[in-house]
């Protein structure tokens, strides 16, 4: 399947992303105002222009989005708060669709806040989390759950986002994982794509794609060895991907392996989503009946695209189109 192929099947597609649905802030200062403060003579940090983008999750169906798949929705959760009002706008503004977000009143949303130097551009101040620590709440894990369950069949591909980075809070809990394995088996056709930072050996019978840091990670505290073959075979997944960077991803199946190169991006701009813009490409080229290497490759030249942009970028069907008659393939 080409990429002209692939491209033209998008809008008739439809893609559902479950788990931590993230808003990130973007924050400029201008460090001209960084007077002391009277009170506490601590510098204050003048922040004078805010952009707010989709993150996490967020950051996938915004790409889906823009590669221009027909209906892009997503399954989370968000608190009543400014934050999550900003989050809700700022998918709907994507034309994504934000009314599976379930509305926790005591949840502070999942945001991530970056402060960017006005004068030179760059993020040059620790980052503000706004995270969760707490178990998700019996009655909204279960409710995650049931709607994950009725939703499936009304979307092409399935896309997993298990962004949290500690062990309780966030979304993709042990019951949301067993509902994801039940519903892969029950529908094998279906693309259920996964990509978890911290755990994708605690998932089943789905595809996963962790980078190599993550895959590596993983195979140590399962075997005590880096081995993809005998993670894949644990995880009962049909594909494993392990993304490397600029230099490819590997497919693990169970006929073997296989290496997809990449074309060397020189001085990327920002390697930031770089995994999730992969992602939304891959696993929609698989929906539209791309092979797996097809899918590597086509996931491959969507980031390529946008990790020459600043922050979380994404790439639409026509920069991916020109990218790829620009290269030849």
């Known amino acids: 399947m080409t990429v002209p192929e692939i491209l033209a099947a998008l809008p008739a597609l439809s893609a559902l992303v479950v788990g931590d649905i993230c808003l990130d802030r973007w924050c400029t200062y201008d460090p001209a105002t960084a007077e002391p403060s009277r009170e506490t003579g601590i510098p204050r940090i003048g922040v004078v222009r805010t952009e707010v983008t989709p993150g996490a999750g967020g950051t996938v169906a915004n790409n889906l989005a823009a590669l221009g798949v027909g209906r892009v929705a997503v399954l989370g959760v968000a608190g009543e708060d400014g934050f999550g009002f900003e989050l809700r706008r700022a998918l709907e503004a994507r034309r994504i669709r934000a009314k599976h977000l379930v509305t926790v009143p005591d949840l502070q949303t999942f945001t991530y806040t970056k402060v960017i130097n006005g004068v030179t551009g760059v993020e040059d101040h620790p980052r503000l989390d706004f995270i969760s620590t707490r178990p998700l709440a019996g009655d909204v894990e ?73 895959a590596d990670a993983a195979c140590l505290r399962r075997f005590g060895r880096v081995d993809y073959q005998a993670l894949r075979r644990e995880i009962e997944a049909p594909l494993l991907v ?51 290497a097809q899918a590597a490759r086509f996931g491959n030249l969507v980031a390529s695209i946008t990790i020459m942009k600043k922050g979380t970028g994404t790439a639409s069907s026509e920069e991916v189109f020109e990218a790829h008659e620009h290269a030849g393939d």
């Open 142 to 214: 279960q409710r995650i759950a049931a709607d994950l369950g009725t939703l499936a069949s009304q979307f092409d591909a399935i896309l997993v986002a298990d962004q949290a980075e500690t062990d309780q809070g966030g979304v993709v809990t042990p019951a949301v994982r067993e509902a994801i394995a039940e519903l892969a088996a029950r529908t094998p056709g279906k693309v259920f794509w996964v990509d978890s930072r911290m755990r994708p050996e605690l998932f089943r019978r789905v595809i996963v794609k962790p980078n190599r840091q993550e």
């Open 242 to 292: 392990v993304t490397h960077g600029g230099d490819g991803a590997l497919l693990v199946t169970a006929d073997g392996e296989q290496w997809i190169k990449t074309r060397k991006v020189v001085r990327p701009v920002d390697i930031c989503g770089a995994g999730d813009s992969f992602s939304a490409g891959a696993a929609m080229a698989l929906a539209a009946g791309g092979s797996p």
